[in-house]
């Protein structure tokens, strides 16, 4: 008898930022080998939604773009966002789409990461921390892949895209392994060769990627409402 997965929701961020000489690049993270879904695969950064993610005092620090989200997403169009967001911070160290106005020394920010990511403390308290303040215009929701039935995990994951922070994106030894600042067109052609993993939305979305020359012309074409979405 076949087991019944769950479809759980999830969302995930391409981060564009422009080489110093290579144009166009995009965040990849390679996740940890003993995942059971997508081990060693490269990814964007993102995860499943945590119920948390939807708490009205992060709705109180959002300045803007929160209900053009829930517009265009739909059903828990906030809450992913913020799960985006997030994710961006436990997987990469990048705080995305949003400002903190309390300083804390690098050494407090990577502890506060830390203990995200081992579930000892909350985002919720994170976001208090460092007083963060949201501008969901930074994100451009442009594609919902769902995983098809079959794998042991399966995911109706939410792609956005922004552009990339000022700061080192770094691996958190947990869930991802590598960072990779790679040019579309070469993550996927290394894809093709067999030398690294991508499942079959990044690749896509690479490929897409591949025909921008810079961070604002991918981000601006992300942004524009009749980009095709994939169901």
Known sequence: MSRVVTVRDAATTALLRDGASNGLEVLLLRRHASHVFGANAYVFPGGALDPADDEAEL??????????????????GFALAMAAIRECFEEAGLLVACTAHAEVMPARREALRHALNTQTTSWAAIVTELDLRFDLDALAFFAHWTTPAGPPKRYSTRFFAAAAPPGEARCDGLETTHVWWAQPARAVAAHDRGEIELMTPTRATLESLAGY???????????DATTVRVP
Request: charged letters at 30%.
């Open 213 to 223: 020359a810079d961070a604002a012309a991918a981000l601006a074409a992300l942004m």
């Open 59 to 76: 709705r109180a620090r959002c300045r803007g773009g929160a209900e053009i989200i829930e517009e265009t997403v739909g059903d828990n």
